[in-house]
Nanobody, 123 residues
Framework: QVQLIESGGGLVQAGGSLRLSCAAS????????MGWFRQAPGKEREFVAA????GGGESVQGRFSISRDNAKNTLYLQMNSLKPEDTAVYYC????????????????????WGQGTQVTVSS
């Protein structure tokens, strides 16, 4: 079955960086568009970044960069200049995409989700 396993979260000081990874298995990674979302305590899940099959993408935060390695079936989120308000559980998500250039920015678009990885940014 499809599995998405996030890693790379942790505790970091404000201004620091983290790189999250999402290892995908049980799917043909190259036909999936991918995304990152986050959810802070008491808040709705929100879009962070998305990437198409061909590697084009969008990130809400200019400090964050999404990328993928199709040879490794892995999605990444590079987060720089972290702020305390970035504290949240970060989830990766996958969606079968008919187009190579399409990416998706809303949670209901995605059919598969990981369990999440906690990111905590201290001030």
């Amino acid at each position: 079955q499809v599995q998405l396993i996030e890693s790379g979260g942790g505790l970091v000081q404000a201004g620091g960086s983290l790189r999250l990874s999402c290892a995908a298995s049980g799917l043909t990674f190259t036909i999936y568009a991918m995304g990152w979302f986050r959810q802070a305590p008491g808040k709705e899940r929100e879009f962070v970044a998305a990437i198409s099959r061909s590697g084009g993408g969008e990130s809400v935060q200019g400090r964050f960069s999404i990328s993928r390695d199709n040879a490794k079936n892995t999605l990444y989120l590079q987060m720089n200049s972290l702020k305390p308000e970035d504290t949240a559980v970060y989830y990766c998500a996958a969606k079968v995409s008919p187009g190579r250039s399409n990416f998706y920015t809303t949670a209901p678009d995605y059919g598969y989700w990981g369990q999440g990885t906690q990111v905590t940014v201290s001030s």
